[in-house]
């Protein structure tokens, strides 16, 4: 374990010291490597075991947040380091209560105020904008700054402010948008919005100290009358052969249906379509909704007549149907950087359209990754699951691709909503893919076997007995493996007896923790690979993956041609900081003497090829005693193994021999006799 400090303000539940740069944590650390950490990271699910590849080890380690690269949290070497390395692990932030400026009277509960900069920026005051201005919205200070910097990264819903509006007797505005308001960074207007006649008459929107007139072109109008010549359909190549030259998808008839791909984002299509066309208003529909129930004949209230009108996509407000006012869009349009901040748009909120149902992939419980990889997606989502039932699939926002969201719907991700976007991203992951978001989850996974291992252990039966009665009333399937010979074929026979994907494999030696949760599932959103958890050794006097519960992938489990010392080990796996019980053999000296023969030999080994400070720890635990019976042969089993280690000069077939029961049951009878 490395040494931990931390930058600014303790961290709750983790036990380090406070420096004041990273250049002090280095010039104080013990070990070679330390720990600096930030305040504001959620490290719940950190795993400060981590440690850097040999040719890692001049780098400095750096972990990045939910939006930037850079979370400011470090592992960095005592002697100093020449370049930073950035891991795809994310460490979540928290609000900085302390950075932000919440302008009075917005709705900023959508608003994610966990966002923070750069770090290797300049000081910048961020200012967050609206659905109307780059400005308006929350801002984020960095101390010493004086530029401003506009963020694109979120807009906030401005609030009805009504003291700087003026409204003329004898028009109706009860469909007036007052959330409107101007940019602030510009020179002071009376901002003055039209009727259906003339380019005033209408609100006025007076900034104080203002004398100049500035024409607002969301004028109140008496009719639209919108031909059904035209209307544009985007082919996101879901369908084919469902549009012709006259009909929609639903057999509305119109005299011409120009079909038009979809690229990048909703902004460069509807730029596109609008180059190309002389009408005053266009349709511009969706292959991937169903228009059946919808009204064509609708227009918008007078004073929106100049407003791009979006209807939603059942409940996603941005959805995929528009109707669009051909000059005032190109007048507007090159000058927008985002649809979102359009500056005269109306979601239409008392219509939507139903999209047609997203294909599904049936998958079964492992990970999805080669599934994802090897599906030719010819539609913008994609829902692969291992449920055959009907699933409420949500309404992903299509506008733009950070918008195009991974969408697992459940803990373990074997129900997920797929972007066609990321497929292209992923490499080994699906979070190779920026932009996951975990907010949709409403579905349980399937709970996973869990399967008994024992070999004659004194505690066995005690433990199973224990492990049973706190499982009773979970849906987790419970079996038993007992006395196979060989300890990769007990780990193969414990997968053939399981019926799902990964499986909690529960050693006889460990008295289960009774809060440990078996609902935990594996990331499908990951390859394949086994979960090892922590466990407590009090005889030891440690804790880590030891004889702790394995969530073992079956079906890697069953390839494993146990070549190498750890079975689990040599194959991809990741440590889960949970503690799952507590290992007792404290009236079994064979046991102790066994089972510290084995950890001794693999921690002696890294220690020699790795210089592991936490191996080395860990291995003088094991070949040292605490005073009892057991404990002596605990040490004895530990400096055994060593001996053995040297013996053979760490020959690998020679260490391969300690893999079975049998062999070391006879290596003890050699020096020690019968007992």
Known sequence: MFDIFYLNNPIEGINASKVESIEEACQLSKTRFCWVLHYLCDYSDFDFLWEPKPWELHQRHGWSSQWQQDSETYLVPKGGYEETHYHLGIVPRFMDDSKWEIPNGINSDNFDFSWHPDVTESPYIYQFGTQWQKTGGP????????????????????????????????????????????????????????????????????????????YVSQIVVENISISNDNVYMIDHGNIENDITETKLIDGTSFSNVVKTRFISSYLGTLRRIVKKVSDDYIWVTSSLCDYSDFDFSWHPEKWQGTMLHVFASEDQRFGDTFLINVDSFKDRID???????????????????????????????????????????????????????????PTINLWREKTRVVAPLSD??????????????????????????????????????????????????????????????????????????????????????????????????????????????????????????????????????????????????????????DFTLDQEHEVVPLRSGTTYYDNDIHTAWRTSFRESIKLHEDVLKTNSIESEYRLSKWCSSNGTEVGDWNMKGGLDGVDYYNEVNGDFDSLRLTYEWEWLDNRFKQKYGQI
């Open 335 to 393: 000058n927008t950087e985002l649809l979102e901040w359009y500056d005269t748009i109306n979601f239409v909120d008392d219509i939507y359209v139903k999209r047609w149902d997203i294909p599904r992939v049936h998958v079964d419980d492992n990970s999805i990754v080669d599934d994802i990889k090897t599906h030719e997606f010819k539609s913008p989502l994609v829902l692969f699951t291992n449920i055959d039932d009907e699933v409420k699939v």
């Open 139 to 214: 801002r984020y200070v960095v101390s010493g700054a004086s530029g401003v910097k506009y963020v694109r990264d979120q807009v906030i819903d401005a609030p009805i402010d009504m003291a700087n509006w003026e409204i003329p007797n004898g028009i109706n505005s009860d469909n007036f948008d007052f959330s409107w308001h101007p940019d602030a960074t510009n020179s002071p207007y009376i901002y003055q919005f039209g009727t259906q006649h003339q380019k005033t008459g209408g609100p006025k929107y007076i900034v104080h100290g203002a004398s100049t007139v500035k």
């Open 412 to 565: 373990g991700g074997n129900t997920t909503v797929v972007s066609r976007d990321a497929k292209n991203h992923i490499i080994t992951q699906v979070y190779d893919y920026p932009f996951v978001s975990k907010k949709y989850k409403t579905l349980k996974d399937n709970p996973q076997d869990i399967v008994y291992i024992s070999n004659g252990e004194a505690h066995a039966d005690v433990n199973w007995n224990h492990l049973k009665e706190i499982t009773r009333n979970i849906p987790n399937r419970l079996v038993r493996v007992d006395k196979v010979k060989g300890r990769a074929e007990a780990y193969k026979e414990a997968a053939k007896q399981s019926n799902t994907a990964w499986f909690f494999a529960v050693f006889a030696k460990l008295e289960v923790n009774p809060e440990f949760s078996w609902d935990w599932q594996p990331d499908r959103l990951q390859e394949d690979k086994h979960y090892i958890f922590h466990a407590l050794n009090p005889i030891v006097g440690v804790e880590y993956g030891h004889a702790a519960i394995i969530a073992y992938h079956k079906q890697l489990v069953l390839g494993n041609p146990s070549h190498g010392l």
